[in-house]
Structure formats: structure tokens, C-alpha cells
């Protein structure tokens, strides 16, 4: 909350801009001239996210080089998205052009605080100017709980976690009432997570110490440690999760169950309702590519969730001497940032007049059906290039390496892979829809191609 006074014979701006700095909104407190509030630059959204790059170690885990961040003292968003241009022009054309939308002129305007000037910088809020008007120390207590959180996840399978475990496979948290418990939250990922908790006021332990100030959120930055602490003093079960809820629904929270609570009226059946929450995190993800060309079809079907991945993949030709093979695999990823995939699959294949073939290996196969079972591992490496290695029931050795949904433009993207059966595949697709592409590729067994890819 801000508390303002109506100026006299002016009208001050009061504006909210997005944090992206694309769009923004205002409001003219009092009447008379307007004065205009300063516009902040344009960004560079990417100096961030290549600077995190470089301070993330194989493991996931980011290097804060020795800095120990806490209550945004230091402004991430400044060092992730610093100003490329200190005059927003975009903003400029969207304000002019909502002003003569809106009929209103601002010729007479003053604009002398509009850019600002390099004695005026603005004021970057944080955490630890946050003083609460009275003492928030917590009665003394027997027991404190402390528990640590560190905040976890990867972008690339969007799983969002808490010590690597969603809510579902996590237990509740048992405390009692009259505790104290103390949080050390650590934010082990690259995105800020607005960490609310229900039902309860937590102090954030700031410079101020005794009178550190409440809250119900508090968003902390990647790298940031921060200390929360609450008393004990409802019944029943409380939600702890990330407010963005993409995060919250993908696994990012915790609940605290009070020990002998009775029972809550407005949760006549609390293990149906503590299941509702654990769902979310469990939910399978469907996923589709189907090509449709001159050489014939090829396509994946994919059905995941947080942990486990079930795939087919096909390519079938038009006739008999073409061919026909589908490979299945079921696997498990393993580790926090999921890099590895261990999987147990099986393949069927059918070309008529077969002729021999010769792996990279020496192995020969000179079958026109095959049928076998297989095993493997699916490692992701540095441009998401993924190695595939397996050892089939014939005792046939593969190697792959693939890479998928490479950017060559906005909308057109490429597709290559190369194993040790000496096939290969190259593809490229334009999207025109966000279910449709224009696709053409090379397929070392069933040659060129060009038709429609179809992806759900
Ligand atoms: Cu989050």
C-alpha cells in the first residue's frame, strides 16, 4: 500500500509498468497541469539468461560466486535485464498513441521528469527496508522446527520442486502447535518464486531484527537464501507453495499438517481433498508429432510425466520394399536436472528383399522381420543434443545422436540424427500454425520427402 497526497493545481502521474517494460499503466491524481512520472529504458532480456548460463554448473546447481544473496539486496532484475537504451521509444509511441486515443492532450504537459537524470535514478525497493511498526519477535519457545528448503527445478521438463520432490512425492509436514518453525529457504534455479503460505503471518528476518517485518509472499531471487519463521497457532492443513502456479501445479510446495487437529467442517473429507492437491503434480502430459510426406509417414507419440516417459516412434514407408519399423522405449529420468534416462523398449521392423547391413560396429543383419527387446540410456548433452545408447535381445549394439526442434528462424526448424547403423535423418519444418508445419526431410532408408507434420 502507498499513501498519497492530492497535489494542488497539478495532476501527477502515477504509472505501473510491466516488469518486461513493454506496456504500462496510469493513473492522474489531482487537477491542473500534468506532470509526468520518468519511463524506465528498454531491456536486454537475454544478458541475463546468458550470464546464468555461465554461472550454472553441469549439475544444475548455480555458482553465486562467493556473493551471498539474501532479500534482493542486490537487484537481479538489473543484473539479469540490464537497460540497453535509457529512452523507451515503444513506450513512448504507446503512450502517444493511447493519449489520442483518449482525446487527451498533453502538449502543455510537463515532461521535465520524464527521462530520468543521472542524479535521479530510481529507487529499487527490497526486503530489508521492510520495518514493521511494532515488535514481531516470537514468544519464546521450547521448540523450534528448521527446515531446509532449497528450491529446485529445471526449464527444460518444467519440473518445479523443493528439494527435488513435488508435494506428491513428498510426506506432509507434521508440526504443533505453540512451535516455532524457522524456514532457510535457498533458491537453487534460475527463476524468482514468490513463496506464499497460507494462513499464517511469517516474520523475514531483515536488519531489522526485532521488528522484521510479516508476510503472507515472499518472492526470492535465483541464488538468494532467505530465513522465514512463524508460530504455530492454527489447526488443521496448510499450503506452502510458489504463487506462480504453473510452478505450484508442476510440484513447487509443501503442506503442514498440524498433529491432533479436530476436525475442520469445511473439509468433510480431508484425504479426498489432500489428494485434489497431490494430483496436480501427477498429471500426465500427451505429446504428438505425426509427418505426413511423399516418402512416406514418420512421428512420435509421447505420453510423460514428472519422472517417467512412455515413446513410439515410426517410420513407415509406402510399400513393402520401403519398409516398416517402430521403436518404443519406457524410461525413468533420473536427477535433478534430468539429464539421464535409463529405458527398457522394444522394436519391430519389416522390409521386404532386406538386403545385408552392416553396423559401425561390424554387427551384420541381413533379417527382413525383427522383432526385439532392448535396453538402454538416453544421456542429454550440452545443445540438447541427445545420446542414445542401447543393447537389443540380438545382442546388436546402437549408438544414436539426435537433436530435435533446433531454431534456424522464428518458424522454421530442423531436425537431425545419425546412429551407428550408418542411418540418418535430416529434416527441416516450417511452422505455419501452432499445430501445423510444412515439413521435408532425408531419411537414409526411405530417401527424400516433403508433405505436412501435424504436432499436438
Ligand atoms: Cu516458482
Redesign the pocket.
Known amino acids: 500500500n502507498i499513501k498519497v497526497v492530492v497535489p494542488e493545481n497539478k495532476s501527477y502521474e502515477l504509472r505501473a509498468t510491466a516488469e518486461d517494460r513493454t506496456k504500462a499503466t496510469s493513473l492522474f491524481i489531482g487537477n491542473g497541469q500534468k506532470v509526468l512520472a520518468p519511463f524506465l529504458g528498454t531491456l536486454d532480456y537475454f544478458a541475463g539468461m546468458k550470464m546464468m548460463n555461465g554461472m550454472m554448473k553441469m549439475n544444475g546447481d548455480l555458482d553465486d560466486m562467493g556473493m551471498a544473496m539474501t532479500l534482493q539486496k542486490m537487484d537481479m532484475n538489473m543484473v539479469m535485464y540490464p537497460e540497453i537504451h535509457s529512452t523507451n521509444y515503444s513506450f513512448i509511441q504507446q503512450f502517444q498513441r493511447q493519449s489520442q486515443k483518449m482525446n487527451v492532450d498533453f502538449s502543455t504537459a510537463d515532461t521535465s521528469h520524464w527521462r530520468f537524470s543521472k542524479s535521479s535514478k530510481p529507487v529499487v525497493l527490497n526486503y530489508n527496508m521492510l520495518k514493521a511498526p511494532f515488535n514481531t519477535t516470537l514468544p519464546k519457545q521450547d521448540s523450534v522446527k528448521t527446515l531446509d528448503f532449497e528450491?529446485t527445478g529445471n526449464m527444460n521438463r518444467y519440473l518445479?520442486t523443493i528439494n527435488n520432490r513435488t508435494v506428491s512425492e513428498s510426506d506432509k509436514i507434521l508440526i504443533k502447535k505453540g512451535e516455532v518453525i524457522r524456514i532457510i529457504l535457498r533458491n537453487n534455479t534460475m527463476?524468482?518464486?514468490?513463496m506464499h503460505l497460507h494462513g499464517h503471518f511469517f516474520r523475514v528476518l531483515n536488519d531489522n531484527g526485532d521488528f522484521s517485518p510479516l508476510k503472507t509472499t515472499l518472492d526470492i531471487m535465483p541464488m538468494e537464501t532467505d530465513t522465514l519463521e512463524f508460530e504455530a497457532d492454527q489447526s488443521g492443513d496448510w499450503f506452502f507453495h510458489?504463487h506462480?502456479l504453473y510452478?505450484?501445479m508442476a510440484g513447487?510446495g509443501r503442506v503442514f499438517e498440524y498433529a491432533d487437529s479436530p476436525p475442520n467442517p469445511q473439509v468433510p473429507d480431508k484425504k479426498e481433498a489432500y489428494k485434489m492437491i497431490q494430483k496436480d503434480d501427477k498429471r500426465l502430459f500427451p505429446k504428438a508429432e505425426v509427418g505426413i510426406e511423399s516418402n512416406g509417414s514418420d512421428g512420435e507419440l509421447q505420453l510423460s510425466n514428472i519422472r517417467y516417459q512412455l515413446n513410439t516412434e515410426w517410420r513407415l514407408g509406402f510399400n513393402d520394399k520401403d519398409g516398416y519399423e517402430s521403436e518404443s522405449h519406457f524410461g525413468r529420468y533420473i536427477g535433478k536436472m534430468q539429464w539421464l534416462m535409463p529405458y527398457v523398449g522394444w522394436d519391430f521392423r519389416y522390409r521386404k528383399g532386406g538386403h545385408e547391413e552392416k553396423s559401425l560396429f561390424g554387427q551384420r543383419n541381413t533379417k527382413d522381420k525383427r522383432e526385439a527387446f532392448c535396453f538402454g540410456v538416453a544421456y542429454t548433452l550440452p545443445m540438447l543434443i541427445i545420446a542414445d545408447t542401447r543393447l537389443d535381445t540380438d545382442g546388436k549394439v546402437r549408438v544414436q545422436f539426435s537433436k530435435k526442434d533446433m531454431a534456424i528462424s522464428e518458424r522454421m526448424r530442423m531436425n537431425l540424427m545419425w546412429n551407428t547403423d550408418k542411418e540418418w535423418m535430416a529434416g527441416l519444418r516450417y511452422i505455419v500454425g501452432k499445430y501445423v508445419s510444412i515439413s521435408s526431410h532425408y531419411d537414409s532408408d526411405m530417401g527424400w520427402g516433403a508433405g505436412l507434420t501435424f504436432n499436438y
Request: with cysteine; net charge positive.
Open positions: 528450491l518445479w527463476m524468482r518464486h514468490p510458489c506462480i510452478h505450484m513447487m
